[in-house]
Every structure is written in structure tokens, then in C-alpha cells.
């Protein structure tokens, strides 16, 4: 089998899968290469919800759907294959952003790109009715631009008028705001071509003002709004008001044909040419342009290739540089205690730029995009060969102070993960401003939100106002994490988390703006690669039992997805079943472990849930593999498995530092330090603040501007002590930065980054 795991991503059909671009609902779309190197998008269904007739019923009409629409300006189909395990199709890619996302991130279309983008979508919606189907779905996120013209995409829940709904009677089908009266009072038999046209005029209004004809908030509320209520006068231009008017209307026999708005819509203009090459605003075509040279430099990555320079635990401690470029080494003697121990040197390079999209926030710890694991062992050197000069320019004055705000919970319920953090990352800037050829200081100020989504979305205000903050650290939960990236990437503000574990490429509200996260953690669904990987390889599983614990929403189901898909697609039998986030019948579990004759399970819980399971499987004499993820490896899982806690194996994406040769001299600085073993997440901590200093520094140069110092993250590469922080084009940060641990005698025994697992 060839194992699942970052960088070596699965195949679906004749695709082979390069990296997830969103889900929605039951689907996941990736973008994927085919054989003869062609891009394309391809969206799957999780095989456990296929074998539901009514979802499976629902693909195979949207395969059939896009198979039957023939225009250019609809996404065309490529392939597809709604009768396998994982139902799936693939259509053409386009790189451009959506609709919705270049509005928020530009403003505004002016009237003739409007004009344009309505002749088009108008075009593209008569050979949808052409076909016999109503869209049912028109709206921002659904139109991709490209530098011809736009493109309508998604046939999830179009189908013929007359034919029979594949929901409940009453249920909405559609996307409040964009939908029509007639779909908001759920009137199936009463959807026909009328209804899109609607969707198009919410559409084209949006387009060119920016704001939704019937409002935003609660659904409810915008639904009745929509059936009640005249469209917002603010969303209509003057100079398209009547026509977009006539679109809105209540009843459906009243709204203009598509014939009778494309002849509108082209009145005063050029008799319906091809869309000029210039139809959108500069910004927009750059950012087009800046994808498809992404795309291009993604379809010629080799997935498979392994880098066979990434260090082990037991490397030297000596860091080294992974590509061309001008390597700088930093550091003096350190002040921070008494104790201090002599520390190696770290070694960056500078790669070639990339273009940075919004995207380039940077996770430095457990499982939302982690520094590439074995990163060299580098820590800031004591006594360098070669320091640097004493200021900036030589001149005698001080050196200037950069403010970094630790942003984390220091007293909410993950308040020990954040103190963690904060004294890693105090360390980092003690050892900093003992290095006297950074031209630099910095400066950490500390914000405790305690764990509250509320109290992190005002801090986050606060600090994108405060102009002196010029990067943050943090926050240290997925909750505040996600309360507080639209405020942080709207202020182009640098962002480093390190224990943040949600997926910041599928943000529900798009890609707006320029976005400068980066993390050293993982992706929830990078997880599975050590599962698949210890479970092939190292015990050579055949029966894999998944529990999806639905406690744990997305991490889980995205876990038990991932790991599903590989094993089957590896020939080895993999079960899933859903237990809910209230309480579990644990005996009952272990039996239906036991029926499904599994020889291992892997479970998604907590720690509080995985030691209920452990004691039950122990009970029902189940000697099979057992693995779980961070969140059940806590003392709270071998307090209460006691005896059943032998032999678990976890998946995580944080390491040990006590355990890492690259992290020797960390561990026993932080003792001296703070008196105690470095707590979970706090090397990674040390590393991301090490990283974010590496990014301040540009060819001697202090950068002292936000966006400078986002654009320059991607560009750094990082080598530290707990991983290598290096971006890569289409794969973001810390992509295989992951790592397994196991109950041995009572305690959790480091075994090593996932790849180079002792045993695995």
C-alpha cells in the first residue's frame, strides 16, 4: 500500500489529490492532477454517507446535471463516478477567486465589468433551462472569475422542475440571500427558470455595490425578508435599478426572460463580443494571475517525493540549510538566567518569493500546519563565531523594539497549554535581545482572553488598532482562533499559532483580503497520515474500526474520513460509525468492535471518552491495535484507563521536546528558567516566535510594517528545534509535522515524528 500522508496525497479514480480546497455538507473538493499533468477540481462524497440512498440519488443527478449543460461559460465536467465506494466528479479548475471573495477583498465591480458578468451568467444559466434544469443555487460563491468571463459552477441541487425533490417537503433548498420567494416558502413544484433569475438580480446587485438586496444576519430573518420585503435600495445601482428590479419580483411571471436581460444588459455597448480581457479590475486579474502560476508551480510537485535530508531526533543539533540562498546565523551570549547552557546555532535561508495569498497564516503547533518535522536542531547560538555589529548602522544607537502580542488563554480552561506557550515564547525573547547582530529587539505583551470567544474578538480589535503591534502569537484555542481571523487578516496583521487545529484554507467567510497566518500545527485532517501510516506499516491492520465522535465535530469526522479512504483505497476493510456528543454505551461500542471482527480502532474522543473505551474493550477482551489523537493524550487518559491505557498509540502534532536531541538544550534552559519541564506546545512556541524574528529581518533591515512582514513569512525558511518552518507552494506550512506516541509503563513514550516512528 502506499500509505496516506501529507505530501503523498490519495488518489480518487484517475486523479491523483494535491491538497483540499473546502468542504461543504457531506463533500470534500480537492484540487487533483490527472495523468497527462491537467488540473482539476474533484469533489468526493464520504462513502459512509453514500450508502444513504437519498444522498447517493442526489450526486448521481448532479453528475447527470452537468453532464447534460454544454456552455463556456459553465465549469464543463471532466469525469465522474457516482457508483463508486466514494462517489465522485471532477471538473475543469479554475484558479481564479469567487464572485463572493473578490467583492470582499476589492469592493465593488464597476457597471461595465457588471454588465458583463450579467451577459455571461445569463448566457450560462439559458443553456442550464436549455437542458431541461433549474440551477436552484445561483449565487457570489458559485461564479468564479476568469480573465473571459465568468463561470457558473455547482449542480449539487439543480434538477428538472417537474422532478421529484430529493428533500422533505418544507425544506429550503438554496442559499438564503441569494435564494428565491418561491424557494424560501419551500414550494418545490414551483421552482422553474424564474427562480434563478432572481438569484441572478441578488447576484448582479451584490456585484455592484457590495450589498445584499435583502440584508444579512440569521437566515430566518433574511427569508422572511425575501418573501416580504423590498430588495434594499442601497444594492441597487441607479444605472441598473429598473432591470434588477424587475428581477426581484415577488412573482415569478413578472421577472424578465434571460433574452430580455442580456439585450438590457448590452444596450449602449458592443453587440455581445467575447468578454474583453480587460472586464476586470487590475487587482482581481492579478490575483488570477498569481494563482495560475501557484497552480502551475503545484502540478509540477512530485506528492511522493520525501525529502531524504529531514533530520532525525538523533541528528545533530547543528542547523542546517535545505535550499539555495543566503544563510545568516544569529546569537551571543544568553542573559536569561544564571543557568543558562551554551545553545547551537540556527540557520535560515531565504528561498525565492512567492506570492502570498490570504492564506499565509502560519500554525506553529499540534494539528492546523506545523513546521516540517525533524526541523534541524537549531536553537539561537550563545557565542557565534562571527557577531554581528552592535546596532543597525553602527552608529551607537539602540537598537529598535518590534511589539509581538501573545495573544492566548492564561487562566480559561486551556490556560496550561497557554502558559506553555507564553514562557516558550518568553525564552525566545530573552535570547533575542541577547543577540547583538539582529537589528532589532523584540518586545512581548501579554493578552489573556481566557478561553472566550467574546473577550478574544475585542482583544483582536483592540490589537489590529494598537499600530505598534506588528505581529501576534496565538490565540491558543480553535474557538478564538476562528472569532478572531477575519478581524486579524482585514489589519494584514502577521499571525503565528501554535496550537490551533482548525483548517484556515476552508474559512467560512472566503478568501478575502491578504491573509498572514502561518501555524505549527497541523491540519485536522494531516492526522490520519501517522494512523494509516502506523496502521499499515507497522501492524499491518486488515480490520480498521473508526469512531467518528461527534463531540468533536469536524476534527473527527475529518479524521475518520481521511483515514477511511486510504486504508480501503490500500485493499484493507474499514469501518465507521458515528457515536453522539452525548453519553456513550460503552460496552455496547466494544461490542460492535468485537462483531465487526476488527483487529484495531481508532478513536477520535477525548481523553475523558477514549478512557471509557479503553476500560471497555479491556473488558471485552479486545487485543487489537488501539490509536487515538492529541485530544485524548492527556494524565486524564491513564488516570482512568488505568490498566487499559497499555498500548494506545496517538497521533499528534506537537513533539516532545524532553525527548528531542534538536531540543536538548531548550529543555534544560526552560528548567533552569522557569523551574519545571517544558509544557506541551511551549517549544513550538519558541520556535514561532524565533520564526517571526527570522521574518522581521530582512538583509539586515529591520521590517517594521505589517503587511512587509507577512509578505516576507512565506519566504523564510526556519530551521528550529522542534521542526523545519518552511512554506510551500500549495501545501501552506507544516505539512508533515506530525508525530506518534504510545502508553509504556504508565507514562506516554515519545516515538519519534511520524515517519520515523521507532516501529513504525
Known amino acids: 500500500m502506499e500509505p496516506l500522508r501529507a505530501g503523498d496525497p490519495s488518489r480518487i479514480g484517475r486523479y491523483r489529490l494535491l491538497r483540499r480546497l473546502g468542504a461543504g455538507g457531506m463533500g470534500v473538493v480537492f484540487l487533483a492532477r490527472a495523468p497527462g499533468g491537467a488540473i482539476a477540481a474533484v469533489k468526493t462524497v464520504r462513502s459512509s454517507y453514500a450508502d444513504e440512498s437519498g444522498f447517493r440519488a442526489r450526486f448521481r443527478r448532479e453528475v447527470e446535471a452537468a453532464r447534460q449543460v454544454g456552455s463556456r461559460w459553465v465549469v464543463p465536467l471532466l469525469d465522474a463516478d457516482a457508483e463508486a465506494e466514494t462517489p465522485w466528479l471532477a471538473t475543469s479548475y479554475i484558479p481564479g477567486p469567487s464572485l463572493a471573495e473578490a467583492v470582499d477583498t476589492f469592493g465593488p465591480l464597476s457597471p461595465a465589468s457588471v454588465r458583463v458578468l450579467g451577459v455571461r451568467l445569463a448566457q450560462a444559466l439559458d443553456a442550464v433551462h436549455g437542458a431541461g434544469l433549474v440551477h436552484r443555487d445561483v449565487k457570489p460563491g458559485n461564479v468564479l472569475l476568469a480573465p473571459d468571463g465568468p463561470r457558473l459552477i455547482d449542480f449539487g441541487i439543480a434538477r428538472a422542475p417537474e422532478a421529484t425533490a430529493l428533500t422533505s417537503s418544507g425544506v429550503i433548498v438554496g442559499s438564503p440571500g441569494f435564494l428565491s420567494p418561491e424557494q424560501a416558502r419551500a414550494q418545490g413544484g414551483e421552482i422553474g427558470p424564474p427562480s434563478d433569475v432572481f438569484s441572478l438580480g441578488c447576484v448582479l446587485a451584490f456585484a455592484a455595490t457590495g450589498v445584499r438586496p435583502f440584508g444579512g444576519g440569521a437566515a430566518a430573518g433574511v427569508l422572511l425578508r425575501t418573501v416580504y420585503e423590498e430588495p434594499d435600495p442601497a444594492s441597487l445601482p441607479d444605472a ?10 415577488k412573482d415569478p411571471a413578472d421577472r424578465p426572460s434571460l433574452a430580455r436581460l442580456r439585450a438590457t444588459l448590452t444596450e449602449g455597448t458592443a453587440a455581445d463580443p467575447a468578454a474583453p480581457s480587460d472586464w476586470l479590475p487590475a487587482s482581481v486579474t492579478r490575483l488570477i494571475n498569481d494563482r495560475s502560476a501557484s497552480v502551475l508551480t503545484i502540478g509540477s510537485i512530485e506528492p511522493t517525493q520525501v525529502s531524504a535530508s529531514a533530520p532525525s531526533d538523533t541528528a545533530s543539533t547543528q542547523g542546517t540549510a535545505r535550499t539555495a540562498g543566503t544563510a545568516s546565523t544569529a546569537g551571543t551570549a544568553s542573559t536569561a538566567s544564571p543557568e543558562a547552557v551554551t545553545l547551537t546555532a540556527v540557520t535560515a535561508t531565504r528561498p525565492t518569493p512567492r506570492t502570498v495569498g490570504r492564506r499565509g ?11 516540517a518535522a525533524g526541523g534541524g536542531g537549531a536553537w539561537w547560538w550563545s557565542s557565534r563565531a562571527k557577531p554581528g555589529p552592535p546596532t543597525p548602522s553602527g552608529t551607537g544607537r539602540p537598537r529598535p523594539e518590534l511589539v509581538v502580542a501573545f495573544h492566548g488563554d492564561l487562566t480559561g480552561t486551556s490556560k496550561e497549554s497557554g502558559k506553555a506557550q507564553l514562557d516558550g515564547a518568553r525564552l525566545a525573547v530573552e535570547h533575542i535581545a541577547a543577540d547583538s547582530g539582529l537589528p532589532f529587539r523584540l518586545k512581548l505583551r501579554t493578552y489573556d482572553d481566557g478561553g472566550d470567544t467574546r473577550r478574544a474578538e475585542e482583544l483582536a480589535t483592540r490589537l489590529a488598532k494598537d499600530a505598534k503591534v506588528l505581529a501576534v502569537l496565538g490565540p491558543t484555542t480553535d474557538a478564538c482562533f476562528s472569532a478572531t481571523e477575519r478581524t486579524y487578516t482585514e489589519a494584514v496583521m502577521p499571525v503565528v499559532s501554535v496550537s490551533v487545529g482548525v483548517d484556515t484554507q476552508n474559512a467560512s467567510f472566503g478568501s478575502n483580503i491578504f491573509h498572514c497566518h502561518a501555524a505549527l500545527h497541523v491540519t485536522y485532517g494531516l492526522l490520519a497520515a501517522p494512523c494509516v501510516r502506523y496502521l499499515s506499516n507497522h501492524v499491518d491492520a486488515r480490520r480498521v474500526f473508526l469512531v467518528d465522535d461527534r463531540a468533536q465535530g469536524d476534527f473527527a469526522w475529518t479524521v475518520c474520513d481521511q483515514v477511511e479512504r486510504a486504508l480501503r483505497q490500500g485493499g484493507r476493510d474499514a469501518t465507521a460509525t458515528r457515536v453522539a456528543a452525548g453519553r456513550i454505551d460503552y460496552a455496547s461500542l466494544a461490542a460492535e468492535v468485537r462483531s465487526a471482527r476488527a483487529d484495531a480502532v481508532v478513536f477520535t474522543g477525548d481523553a475523558v471518552r477514549a478512557a471509557g473505551l479503553a476500560s471497555a474493550l479491556t473488558a471485552a477482551r479486545f487485543t487489537g491495535t488501539r ?22 498509540v496517538f497521533a499528534t502534532g506537537f513533539t516532545d521536546p524532553t525527548a528531542r536531541a534538536s531540543a536538548r538544550a531548550f529543555t534544560a534552559a526552560y528548567r533552569a528558567r522557569f523551574g519545571t519541564a517544558p509544557g506541551r506546545y511551549a517549544a513550538e512556541a519558541y520556535d514561532a516566535v524565533m520564526f517571526l524574528a527570522q521574518a522581521c529581518d530582512k538583509d539586515g533591515t529591520a521590517l517594521r510594517e505589517r503587511g512587509a512582514i507577512a509578505r516576507r513569512m512565506p519566504e523564510v525558511t526556519y530551521s528550529g528545534i522542534t521542526r523545519t518552518v518552511k512554506y510551500e507552494s500549495g501545501y501552506g506550512y507544516n505539512h508533515d509535522a506530525m508525530f506518534e506516541f504510545q502508553v509504556v509503563g504508565g507514562t506516554f513514550r515519545y516515538l519519534g515524528q511520524y515517519l520515523e516512528a521507532a516501529g513504525s
Not at 361 to 371: D, E, H, M, P, Q
Open 240 to 249: 441598473l435599478a429598473p432591470l434588477l428590479s424587475a428581477c426581484l419580483h
Open 361 to 371: 497564516f502560519l500554525r506553529l503547533g499540534s494539528t492546523a500546519g506545523l513546521l
Open 627 to 648: 490509536m487515538a489523537t492529541e485530544r485524548a493524550l492527556d494524565a486524564g487518559f491513564l488516570r482512568s484507563a488505568g490498566a487499559a491505557a497499555k498500548g494506545w
